[in-house]
């Protein structure tokens, strides 16, 4: 028995393996350091059990395909991820496990993965993505426009909504709950959205769609519940923050046929394990799993025009991830937020192009003359990148506009 799980140069057949790519930091020739990972995250150890068969190696084990530079490419059987029970932690633990604390290995970060359909096709997938967001809010080519409620945590049931309100008055098609806010005594999740909820079916009698993301995230064993509870006083999106929730936290979601609205995915906590390149989980990674799950819509960053660290060949590499080909599984809308204002909007939208939801949280409240005014600011910096005219010139028709920019800059 080779041992070795070495296949370099072999071409895998993509329906028959789950494929990793790892970028590598280690004093061992980039073939043993590939074979380190393949070995410890399918059937090997540190020494040679007695009890691995050939046949177990063959059928189960790991392939490293590709060792070259930094970057090792390994393929995973698909029967390795069968059965019933497992998912996503199960494919995580196989594939982004114990190989990040090998001591052998100074830095590993999973890069990008590939899955098969037989996979996939077990999980939901978006339930309305991009197309059937566009259609709920009526806005068939512009980017979907949003807030999120500040300040953060604070605010009671009704400012709340006032603010919800507000927003959606200076046109705005999205708005939602902070990730850190959601059942805190100062602002119960029953009485929010019931708050909001009314707002929203005033502002729809008065011509304008909107929606809000509530967030439940929540224990386990309680999700659906807070769902339930969300639903019954009208929410019409739900929110997960889907790194301190777990990606099964979104699938039951997706798959309860009494869910049935929109699924709004938050990425707090992803800096802990996205943001060191030579450790960790890409982005990327995550989206693809995140859209496999059944995310509606979920955060990439801000293109690098935002207040959160930024790759911007990541967060493009982030957005194909969301959108490209998978197996006919729904497209999932990107969604934009951090630091936002309407002077970064040519810039942003030039990078993204129009399939993406842009939120703006300071960006709209801090507006001197308040939320209604900085939601039409917003509103109207995306109206002139959108048209191609320069902001300068649309800012001296548009006093809000001129406002915001005199705030805070062009950039």
């Known amino acids: 028995m080779k041992n070795e799980y070495l296949?370099?140069?072999?071409?895998?057949?993509?329906?028959?393996?789950?494929?990793?790519?790892?970028?590598?930091?280690?004093?061992?020739?980039?073939?043993?350091?590939?074979?380190?990972?393949a070995e410890e995250e399918s059937t090997g150890t540190w020494t040679r059990p007695t009890t691995l068969t050939e046949d177990i190696y063959e059928r189960y084990g790991a392939k490293v395909v590709m060792a070259q530079g930094n970057m090792v490419r390994v393929g995973y059987p698909v029967i390795d991820f069968s059965g019933e029970f497992g998912g996503v932690p199960q494919i995580l633990s196989i594939i982004a496990g114990n190989l990040f604390g090998l001591e052998s290995l100074r830095g590993v970060r999973l890069q990008d993965i590939w899955i098969p359909k037989v996979i996939t096709e077990r999980y939901p997938g978006p339930r309305y993505g991009i197309s059937g967001l566009r259609k709920i809010l009526d806005r068939p080519e512009k980017p979907l426009i949003g807030t999120i409620v500040?300040?953060?945590?604070?605010?009671?049931?009704?400012?709340?909504?006032?603010?919800?309100?507000?927003?959606?008055k200076g046109g705005l098609t999205n708005s939602k709950d902070d990730e850190t806010l959601v059942d805190q005594d100062f602002c119960p999740l029953e009485?929010?959205?019931?708050?909001?909820?009314?707002?929203?079916?005033?502002?729809?009698?008065?011509?304008?769609?909107?929606?809000?993301?509530h967030n439940i995230s929540?224990?386990?064993?309680?999700?659906?519940?807070?769902?339930?509870?969300?639903?019954?006083?009208?929410?019409?999106?739900?929110?997960?923050?889907?790194?301190?929730?777990?990606?099964?936290?979104?699938?039951?979601?997706?798959?309860?046929?009494?869910?049935?609205?929109?699924?709004h995915v938050h990425r707090a906590m992803h800096g802990a394990f996205t943001r060191d390149p030579e450790h960790g989980i890409s982005?990327?990674?995550a989206c693809k799993l995140v859209r496999m799950v059944g995310g509606d819509s979920f955060h990439i960053g801000t293109y690098g025009t935002g207040k959160m660290h930024a790759n911007i060949s990541e967060e493009l590499h982030s957005e194909k991830a969301l959108t490209e080909e998978m197996h006919g599984i729904h497209p999932t809308i990107p969604v934009s937020?951090?630091?936002?204002?309407?002077?970064?909007?040519?810039?942003?939208?030039?990078?993204?192009?129009?399939?993406?939801?842009i939120q703006a949280g300071g960006g709209v409240s801090g507006h001197p003359d308040g939320v209604r005014a900085g939601a039409t600011a917003l509103m109207q910096a995306v109206d002139a990148a959108f048209d191609g005219i320069p902001l300068r010139e649309y800012a001296k028709s548009h006093d809000e506009l001129r406002k915001a920019l005199e705030t805070w800059g062009y950039r």
């Open 191 to 213: 009485a929010r959205v019931s708050a909001v909820s009314e707002k929203l079916d005033l502002l729809e009698e008065e011509g304008h769609p909107m929606i809000h993301a």
């Open 7 to 37: 296949a370099l140069g072999e071409e895998l057949d993509p329906e028959g393996y789950l494929i990793c790519d790892y970028r590598v930091k280690s004093d061992l020739p980039i073939e043993t350091a590939g074979s380190r990972i």
């Open 150 to 168: 500040k300040p953060k945590i604070g605010l009671p049931p009704k400012e709340f909504a006032d603010y919800v309100y507000e927003a959606g």
């Open 218 to 263: 929540t224990s386990a064993h309680e999700i659906l519940d807070a769902a339930d509870i969300a639903l019954e006083n009208g929410a019409r999106q739900l929110m997960v923050d889907v790194f301190t929730e777990g990606f099964s936290g979104v699938q039951v979601l997706a798959e309860d046929p009494s869910v049935g609205v929109p699924l």
């Open 337 to 357: 937020s951090g630091g936002l204002h309407p002077g970064h909007m040519p810039e942003l939208m030039a990078k993204s192009g129009n399939d993406v939801q």
């Open 283 to 285: 982005m990327p990674v």
